[in-house]
């Protein structure tokens, strides 16, 4: 009996697994939808994603949800930004919508960049108080160009300083400045709280859910359009790493279908073709990657099991190898050296420290960060070229809490030779200051030269103003930008293009305190030290020859012994040294280190320290250096 009915189970099980393949394998493209959600930094991207996962349910009304839930990075949370772009989905009213978060700031346009060959429509989130701002015209601009409808959302409408409808205004305006094409123009309109969790077609309605911004994008988003039966085409636009399956490797399918186990051509942006094969298929369901059999043209998936797969090649069936062009990704324009760190110190904090180390690091993170170059200049030293101060030195703290030791050189802009002239890049500077600090502004970015465009009043008693700097102009001042607004002054800068060399811009205005000798620290030394500077160090840390210990007040760098101990004496009270009153030292950030080195210093980067010091550490050696660049000059 078990033999006769055997392979009637088989048969049923294979016709109801059929039946289910089927089902999907004929879903109209209208149940999806792809958007991106794009703004300038801290406008509520992320938050606004969490409002949607929760009107979708995939949290209980009773279930707590934690803020900023795509933010998983542990800068991303430390920092309140968005780094990396993400996907997620949500399922409404029997639609498919997956959600890509990306990044607002523009050392992260890279980000953007490669993910709008991803979607078919955007989210332009905007404050609803302080409207447009540099990164919300960056963004807006890459996704126009890559012929994106936005739905336009203005957010924060709760706030009490909210201005939504000037704010609108303003968006418009910018639309038409960057060219957009009436079909453009024409877009939909939403208001939003993210924060309270609801959204509104127009200020009048009363709304307590996000249910109407979702119906915004069922109707305006359109849905992806593809030949489902066609050969495959797949770009990879995104990379990340499980350390069960390894590489795995995320993009939107725009022919075909891709089934589990299926053997494809991978093809390389250069020309390079190799047969490779699909291990796992993932879709995404909610926050999470769902293991599937089969997808078609229009949904973003993931793949595994595919080696050294990186972002911009193009998976295609076998019978038809036709790669897509890639998105092109803006270049670098600020480098830095990343140098196998030779400080007496070396190898005490660090776990990875040698040059093979620090090679694979950079490598492995060219396969996800499109924007980064890293050129191999000697077996110790690397060039890594990225968009900004900040793009750099997020990599730098990434490196450095994964236990990699090594050192880093002053950053400098990467100059271009444009019809045989010496060009750097431009950045289009928006400061936003209160009126009593607007003189001392203009005249700081004057020395570095940088050419006012504007200037405009602002919202209550401030002043926008907006300059053409060079990218080197913006090297080491925000420092002193917040210093010189009392912490009370806002910029924000985009790169604008290529111009012929603007001159010399003056270098640091302040000498280093280097230590003299080795040793440890003490209250003494550091007493009859202060008086020529500020400390960044205090009692107790182990320095050594060379080692940069503070700021002189004064343009030169002097050599100072923080070592040096009170010699005993006859007439030494037990007490004496309790009048010592030290000025509590500088905490140095690792921008704020970045931003002080100059050409002849170093900056060790370890797990858990920072340190300064010159690139030549004996003081005879250093001076004669000095005395022949000097004589050359």
Known sequence: MYWIFRPVIIVRLTLSTAIRLGRTFFMENKQLR??????????????????????????????????????????????????????????????????????????????????????????????????????????????????????????????????????????????????????????????????????????????????????????????????????????????????????????????????????????????????????TLYTFEGLKRAEAFQAGAGEIVAISGIEDMTIGQTLCAIEAIEPVPFVNIDEPTLSMNFVVNTGPMAGLEGTYITSRHL???????????????????????????????????????????????????????????????????????????????????????????????????????????EFLIPARGLIGYRSQFLTDTRGNGIMNNVFERYEPFKGEIAARGVGALVASESGTAVAYGLFNVQERGSLFIGPGTEVYAGMIVGENARSMDITVNVCKKKHLTNTRASGSDDALRLTPPLIMSLEKCLEFINDDELLEVTPKSLRLRKTILDKDARAKADKNKNRAS
């Open 34 to 279: 792809n958007v991106a959600i794009i703004a300038h930094v801290d406008h509520g991207k992320t938050t606004l994603v969490d409002k949607l996962l929760k009107q979708c349910g995939l949290y209980r009304s009773n279930q707590a949800m934690p803020d900023r839930v795509m933010d998983s990075n542990d800068l991303e949370r430390e920092r309140g930004i968005t780094i990396l772009s993400k996907n997620t989905s949500v399922i409404y009213e029997g639609i498919k919508i997956n959600i890509v978060d990306t990044p607002g700031h523009a050392d992260f346009g890279g980000e953007v960049e490669r993910i709008v060959n991803m979607v078919d429509g955007v989210l332009l989130l905007v404050d609803a108080f302080e409207g447009p701002m540099p990164q919300t015209r960056f963004v807006l601009r890459k996704a126009l160009a890559a012929g994106l409808k936005p739905t336009v959302v203005i957010n924060k409408i709760d706030r009490p300083d909210a201005r939504p409808y000037q704010v609108l205004d303003e968006v418009l305006d910018l639309f038409i400045d960057l060219g957009a094409h009436e079909e453009q123009l024409d877009f939909p309109v939403a208001y939003t709280s993210a924060k309270m969790g609801f959204a509104s077609k127009d200020l009048q309605s009363d709304s307590t859910d996000m249910k109407p911004l979702l119906d915004m994008i069922i109707e305006h988003i359109p849905a992806p359009c593809g030949d489902r039966e066609g050969p495959l085409q797949l770009v990879i636009s995104s990379i990340d790493y499980d350390n069960y399956v390894g590489r795995i490797g995320v993009g939107k399918i725009s022919r075909g279908q891709v089934f589990k186990g299926q053997e494809l051509i991978l093809c390389h942006p250069d020309g390079e073709q190799r047969k490779v094969k699909v291990n």
């Open 359 to 465: 090679r694979d690091r950079l490598e492995r993170e060219l396969l996800s960060n499109v924007s980064l170059r890293v050129e191999e200049i000697t077996p110790d030293c690397f060039k890594v070229s990225g968009r900004g101060e900040l793009h750099l030195s997020i990599l730098i703290e990434t490196m450095r809490r994964e236990g990699y030791e090594f050192a880093v050189t002053r950053p400098e802009v990467i100059l271009k030779t444009i019809d045989g002239g010496v060009c750097e890049p431009i950045e289009r500077l928006y400061v936003d200051v209160p009126s009593l600090y607007v003189g001392t502004v203009i005249e700081a970015l004057g020395t570095r030269r940088g050419e006012l465009v504007t200037m405009k009043n602002g919202n209550g008693d401030t002043v926008e103003l």
